[in-house]
């Protein structure tokens, strides 16, 4: 991995091999949507993004860098304006406080190309505790 440049605080960036494939996939239909950066990015960083994914990208799959609101970038490739809309919704601030981060999850990983079942397994793997963590209960008083 490589670092892109001009980053506040430098985030990984996969091999362009990787991100060509990812690019593919998407275009060919495997999957809505590819991520291949989700962390830290100013303006100057954003468009560095883009021209990479711009250059590196397949006919088929729309470069996207989507700025989440809070400092924080994801880029990669979509299938359809409408995904990069969802996406964008779910990841925003406003989205983060509007949607449930169960659901939220789980329309992140149908964009991705998870199918239901992998995505009930996890859900269901969230079930069970629906308190708050130990660390954050109040002490009984005696």
Same mark, same amino acid.
Not at 119 to 123: A, D, E, K, T
């Given at each position: 991995m490589c670092q892109v440049p001009n980053q506040s605080k430098p985030g990984p960036w996969p091999d362009d091999g990787l991100v060509a494939e990812a690019a593919y996939l998407v275009a060919r239909g495997?999957?809505?949507m590819?991520?291949?950066y989700d962390g830290m990015a100013d303006g100057p960083t954003m468009l560095e993004l883009a021209s990479r994914l711009e250059a590196i $990208?397949?006919?088929g799959a729309i470069p996207m860098v989507v700025?989440? $609101?809070d400092g924080r970038t994801g880029a990669g490739y979509a299938v359809a304006g409408w995904v990069i809309d969802l996406y964008e919704w779910v990841t925003s601030v406003d989205g983060r406080v509007a949607v449930p981060?169960?659901?939220r999850h789980a329309i992140l990983g149908l964009l991705l190309g998870y199918g239901s079942a992998a995505?009930?397994?996890?859900?269901d793997g969230l079930e069970g505790r629906r308190f708050r963590p130990l660390t954050q209960l109040e002490p009984v008083s005696k």
């Open positions: 495997v999957r809505p590819a991520l291949v $990208g397949d006919p700025d989440h $609101g981060e169960r659901h995505i009930s397994r996890h859900q």
